[in-house]
């Protein structure tokens, strides 16, 4: 397989902890690049960006679950579709 020399530009604490973490299991830093974009190339990986927090997401869990117990009890209406829910929400 040929193989293509790419340049690119990284800050150096972020390239830095890779080649850390890289080292940990005997990888190099072009061999976690590699990975990354073979996975990425044959879809499964997916890159996201996310903007919440840690502590966000932790809320937003709490409350979920919070929210899971109460419908578990009958204290809380579901629907099955979105019609159901906008014809409750409009008063239909």
Do not use: W
């Not at 590699?34 to 879809?43: D, V």
């Amino acid at each position: 397989m040929a193989k293509h020399p790419t340049t690119i530009r990284l800050d150096s604490a972020l390239y830095k902890e890779v080649l850390r973490e890289a080292r940990k299991t005997g990888l190099s830093f072009s061999g976690v690049v590699q990975l990354l974009l073979h996975a990425f190339a044959e879809g499964t990986i997916h890159i996201g960006v996310s903007q919440h927090t840690e502590a966000y997401v932790r809320t937003l869990e709490k409350e979920s679950a919070a929210l899971s117990r109460l419908y578990k009890a009958g204290k809380v209406k579901g629907y099955t579709n979105s019609k159901e829910l906008f014809r409750d929400i409009l008063g239909e």
